[in-house]
T-cell receptor, first 112, second 110 residues
Framework: DAGVTQSPTHLIKTRGQQVTLRCSPK?????VSWYQQALGQGPQFIFQ???????QRGNFPDRFSGHQFPNYSSELNVNALLLGDSALYLC???????????FGDGTRLSIL | QKEVEQNSGPLSVPEGAIASLNCTYS??????FFWYRQYSGKSPELIMS????GDKEDGRFTAQLNKASQYVSLLIRDSQPSDSATYLC??????????FGTGTRLTVIP
């Protein structure tokens, strides 16, 4: 039973570029949430997708956007990258009932 | 603003001792609470969930919740060096998204 899988593992970009991160949820999960974790901080909620729609959004600018596909997998897109976007990006999946979220291994994004 | 605060670390305990980690939250309507363990360079791993007032035990771990005081804690008995990690408190305010504290770094000294 595969857990949450994310790709790529690491990514290096330069300022102003765009990036797409991918996530496949744990089997049986239909809700995907994305988090940004800066060094030494706890994860910060970016947004959540369910039934292919963005259901909730944290305090992140419109440069951060996402998508969920019919198979429940999801993408996180970040445009016009800034140095401050360097972080570990975590995907978590869950069911819609009040169940715990399970995290993937994350994508470490470095902006030069 | 939904805030989650954890006791400042780092926390060091000798092997075999009890480690006590504390967390307070601001959203009184929060319904579910979680503790995650995060090893350096790794992603958070769920170790405990608690939904009602009182204690919940799982092996060496005990989570305690007091909704009236807006307080949740994690006790680790018989601490082992492998327990050395950052422990993150997470609160679900009801919409199935999580608000995290900044974490408490625990070191268990052999």
């Amino acid at each position: 039973d595969a857990g949450v899988t994310q790709s790529p593992t690491h990514l290096i970009k330069t300022r102003g570029q765009q990036v797409t991160l991918r996530c496949s949820p744990k089997s049986g999960h239909d809700t995907v949430s994305w988090y940004q974790q800066a060094l030494g901080q706890g994860p910060q909620f970016i947004f959540q997708y369910y039934e292919e729609e963005e259901r909730q959004r944290g305090n992140f600018p419109d440069r951060f956007s996402g998508h969920q596909f019919p198979n429940y997998s999801s993408e996180l897109n970040v445009n016009a990258l800034l140095l401050g976007d360097s972080a570990l990006y975590l995907c978590a999946s869950s069911t819609r009932v009040d169940q715990p979220q399970h995290f993937g291994d994350g994508t470490r994004l470095s902006i030069l | 603003q939904k805030e989650v605060e954890q006791n400042s670390g780092p926390l060091s305990v000798p092997e075999g001792a009890i480690a006590s980690l504390n967390c307070t939250y601001s959203d009184r309507g929060s319904q579910s609470f979680f503790w995650y363990r995060q090893y350096s360079g790794k992603s958070p791993e769920l170790i405990m969930s608690i939904y009602s007032n009182g204690d919940k035990e799982d092996g060496r771990f005990t989570a305690q919740l007091n909704k009236a005081s807006q307080y949740v804690s994690l006790l680790i008995r018989d601490s082992q060096p492998s327990d050395s990690a950052t422990y993150l408190c997470a609160v679900n305010p009801g919409a199935n998204n999580l608000f995290f504290g900044t974490g408490t770094r625990l070191t268990v000294i052999p």
